[in-house]
């Protein structure tokens, strides 16, 4: 959030913009953007640790993770299956059911976190599996947020498990983010490249562009990293909003926020006039720019509480939204105690949550389906999952 709310429009105030498409520019003065984006994130932060005691939602108990894989050894590898069989069957359903086996898709990195936390030796077949998989899937559709998110958790994972001490942790970091910006840099080339039939999807292909733009050593000039710093900048939808309302459309006052809620947590068959996903019209409305079908943008859940409530209301709401994601992670620690898997399925539940360039339904709608039909999972199979506390003693 930081990121996307500080850092990208930072370095698009002082000098990035120059080298921005129009649109793409921010459209207010740096301090009233900053006037409404820090106190609002600040206070997202606040809710989110103000009842987290010591991070309790964030607490892998390792303990009872091994005794689990011990007393399921088979389980792990069969969350692999299910991950990689519903990824495959998920084409031949409508996009009613998208979301069931996308999240079931899911598994296959729950399956790979329980057999790193869980067994003693690496299962390096496994990771290369999984991971891989991930891999060549972003390579084969030119996407690669997944890729970097999955890098994410699983590094997590492993820093968890081996306890990796801060200067290995520098290094990584370090690592990841070279990785991340070289993506952003190639990707649009990528692309290009790959969609045109030119050149066949794969890491050579992606190796090859890499030093064709790097042949002067200029992949990491200005001009090149301008464009790829969107992605890393909301701000800049933020301040069309900020432009857009009131002077042009009054504020929504919350009617825009129950359309949002009534899309995230009603069934179509109840609600069967709420918003469709990914539909363009809110975000074309209070943001003033017009996008194509298929483009990809969010207003933010910082854009939504601006254009609903003002500054100051936004600000109010953003506090009480992290309030709302440290009580589903506090629901998640006090139930890991007896179902000690649980916390690792946060990894899913939070997973279009932590991005910042998300709309707001989208992120309500994956929250709340997916604490749902975890729900059904562990109720449906408690034996399974359930590790006495006796025993974990």
């Given at each position: 959030?930081?990121?996307q709310?500080?850092?990208?429009?930072?370095?698009?105030?002082?000098?990035?913009d120059?080298?921005?498409?129009?649109?793409y520019?921010?459209?207010?003065?740096e301090?009233d953007?900053?006037?409404?984006?820090?106190?609002?994130v600040?206070l997202f932060?606040?809710?989110?640790?103000?009842k987290?005691?010591?991070l309790?939602g964030?607490?892998?108990?390792?303990?009872k993770?091994?005794?689990?894989?011990?007393?399921?050894?088979k389980l792990?590898?069969?969350f692999?299956?299910?991950?990689?069989?519903?990824?495959?069957?998920s084409?031949?359903?409508?996009s009613e059911?998208?979301?069931?086996?996308?999240?079931?898709?899911?598994?296959?990195f729950?399956?790979?976190f329980?057999?790193?936390?869980g067994t003693?030796?690496?299962?390096?077949?496994s990771?290369v599996?999984?991971?891989?998989?991930?891999?060549?899937?972003?390579l084969g559709?030119?996407?690669?947020h997944d890729?970097?998110t999955?890098?994410i958790?699983?590094?997590?994972?492993?820093?968890?498990k081996y306890?990796?001490?801060?200067?290995?942790?520098v290094?990584?970091?370090?690592?990841?983010i070279?990785l991340a910006v070289?993506?952003q840099?190639l990707?649009?080339?990528y692309?290009a490249?790959?969609?045109t039939?030119k050149?066949?999807?794969?890491?050579?292909?992606f190796?090859?562009l890499?030093?064709?733009?790097?042949?002067?050593?200029?992949i990491f000039?200005?001009?090149?990293?301008a464009?790829?710093t969107?992605?890393i900048n909301?701000?800049?939808?933020?301040t069309?909003?900020?432009v857009?309302v009131?002077?042009?459309?009054p504020?929504?006052?919350?009617?825009?926020?129950?359309q949002?809620?009534?899309?995230?947590?009603?069934?179509?068959i109840?609600a069967?006039?709420?918003l469709?996903?990914?539909?363009?019209?809110?975000?074309?409305k209070?943001?003033?720019l017009?996008i194509r079908?298929?483009?990809?943008?969010?207003?933010?859940?910082?854009?939504?509480?601006?254009l609903?409530?003002?500054?100051?209301?936004?600000c109010f709401?953003?506090?009480l939204?992290?309030?709302?994601?440290?009580a589903?992670?506090?629901?998640?620690y006090?139930?890991s105690?007896n179902?000690?898997?649980?916390?690792?399925?946060?990894a899913?539940v939070?997973y279009y949550?932590?991005?910042?360039?998300c709309e707001?339904q989208?992120?309500?709608?994956?929250?709340?389906?997916?604490?749902?039909?975890?729900?059904?999972?562990?109720?449906?199979?408690?034996k399974?999952?359930?590790?006495?506390?006796a025993t974990?003693?």
């Amino acid at each position: 959030m930081c990121v996307q709310f500080f850092i990208g429009p930072i370095l698009a105030y002082n000098g990035l913009d120059a080298y921005q498409y129009f649109h793409y520019k921010m459209k207010i003065p740096e301090s009233d953007y900053f006037a409404y984006a820090i106190p609002a994130v600040c206070l997202f932060i606040m809710g989110l640790h103000i009842k987290a005691g010591k991070l309790d939602g964030e607490i892998v108990d390792e303990r009872k993770i091994t005794l689990f894989v011990e007393k399921n050894p088979k389980l792990p590898y069969l969350f692999i299956i299910i991950g990689f069989l519903t990824s495959v069957l998920s084409g031949f359903f409508g996009s009613e059911l998208a979301f069931v086996f996308y999240l079931l898709g899911s598994f296959k990195f729950i399956g790979l976190f329980l057999l790193i936390l869980g067994t003693k030796e690496l299962k390096t077949l496994s990771l290369v599996v999984v991971i891989g998989s991930i891999v060549s899937s972003s390579l084969g559709e030119g996407m690669f947020h997944d890729l970097i998110t999955w890098i994410i958790f699983t590094g997590s994972i492993f820093a968890i498990k081996y306890k990796i001490g801060f200067n290995t942790k520098v290094i990584a970091c370090a690592v990841f983010i070279f990785l991340a910006v070289t993506i952003q840099v190639l990707k649009a080339s990528y692309r290009a490249a790959t969609g045109t039939g030119k050149e066949e999807a794969g890491i050579e292909t992606f190796s090859n562009l890499y030093e064709k733009q790097n042949e002067n050593g200029s992949i990491f000039s200005a001009a090149k990293l301008a464009p790829a710093t969107v992605r890393i900048n909301q701000g800049f939808i933020i301040t069309n909003i900020m432009v857009n309302v009131p002077a042009r459309i009054p504020f929504s006052n919350g009617e825009e926020m129950y359309q949002l809620f009534e899309a995230a947590i009603m069934p179509r068959i109840l609600a069967p006039n709420k918003l469709n996903a990914g539909d363009r019209t809110i975000f074309m409305k209070y943001s003033g720019l017009q996008i194509r079908a298929g483009t990809s943008m969010g207003l933010s859940s910082l854009g939504d509480a601006y254009l609903n409530y003002g500054i100051y209301g936004g600000c109010f709401f953003m506090f009480l939204l992290g309030l709302m994601y440290s009580a589903i992670l506090n629901i998640f620690y006090k139930q890991s105690k007896n179902y000690p898997v649980l916390i690792l399925f946060t990894a899913l539940v939070f997973y279009y949550p932590i991005r910042p360039d998300c709309e707001l339904q989208t992120i309500l709608g994956h929250l709340f389906k997916s604490c749902f039909l975890i729900a059904c999972i562990i109720y449906f199979f408690k034996k399974t999952f359930r590790v006495q506390t006796a025993t974990a003693n």
